[in-house]
T-cell receptor, first 114, second 112 residues
Framework: DAGVIQSPRHEVTEMGQEVTLRCKPI?????LFWYRQTMMRGLELLIY????????DSGMPEDRFSAKMPNASFSTLKIQPSEPRDSAVYFC????????????FGPGTRLTVL | RKEVEQDPGPFNVPEGATVAFNCTYS??????FFWYRQDCRKEPKLLMS???SGNEDGRFTAQLNRASQYISLLIRDSKLSDSATYLC?????????????FGKGTLLTVNP
């Protein structure tokens, strides 16, 4: 079975550029989560969707960050404009309703903003 | 106070050793507790859930003390393959039932 799929796996960009990260959750999972991980702050929840609807975006750092989930099999996290402090590993995770709350993580996108 | 606090380590132990990790959480209304494992440059993966009565999975034992808001993970007879970062994870109750809060992790290195 395919797990959570993320693309790209690595992204290097220059400050001011737009960055779009993509995620395909596990089929049948109805909750999707975007996290950011840095050495300083650890793993932080940015936003999560339930049945494609954004439920809690209180972790989104600022207006430069936006996330969408147009359908059950696809989500994007966009940073515009990007800044060096956005450099981190961005994980997408999904979860199935009625389960034990286990979240299945994708391999992550390692973003470097120069 | 941080929501979930862990000793960052690193813990360096020889093969076969027993090692224990501790974690505290600040929200007394928290309902679910987990240990996740994260290998270097990989994604986190669920190691085990933590139940009120304590639970064991092979060499791994998890304990929960709600009164003290304390969670522990014990690894017996450690293997080289146990080397990883162990993340303490708490699920808050209420309107944010699906939100997991992760500790920053404890790094374990098992040496031959």
């Amino acid at each position: 079975d395919a797990g959570v799929i993320q693309s790209p796996r690595h992204e290097v960009t220059e400050m001011g550029q737009e960055v779009t990260l993509r995620c395909k959750p596990i089929s049948g999972h109805n909750s999707l989560f975007w996290y950011r991980q840095t050495m300083m702050r650890g793993l932080e929840l940015l936003i999560y969707f339930n049945n494609n609807v954004p439920i809690d975006d209180s972790g989104m750092p600022e207006d430069r960050f936006s996330a969408k989930m147009p359908n059950a099999s696809f989500s994007t996290l966009k940073i515009q404009p990007s800044e060096p402090r956005d450099s981190a590993v961005y994980f997408c995770a999904s979860r199935v309703a009625g389960g034990n709350n286990e979240q299945f993580f994708g391999p992550g996108t390692r973003l470097t903003v120069l | 106070r941080k929501e979930v606090e862990q000793d960052p380590g690193p813990f360096n132990v020889p093969e076969g050793a027993t090692v224990a990790f501790n974690c505290t959480y600040s929200n007394s209304a928290s309902q679910s507790f987990f240990w996740y494992r994260q290998d270097c440059r990989k994604e986190p993966k669920l190691l085990m859930s933590v139940y009120s009565s304590g639970n064991e999975d092979g060499r791994f034992t998890a304990q929960l003390n709600r009164a003290s808001q304390y969670i522990s993970l014990l690894i017996r007879d450690s293997k080289l393959s146990d080397s990883a970062t162990y993340l303490c994870v708490v699920n808050r109750s209420g309107g944010s039932n699906y939100k997991l809060t992760f500790g920053k992790g404890t790094l374990l290195t098992v040496n031959p």
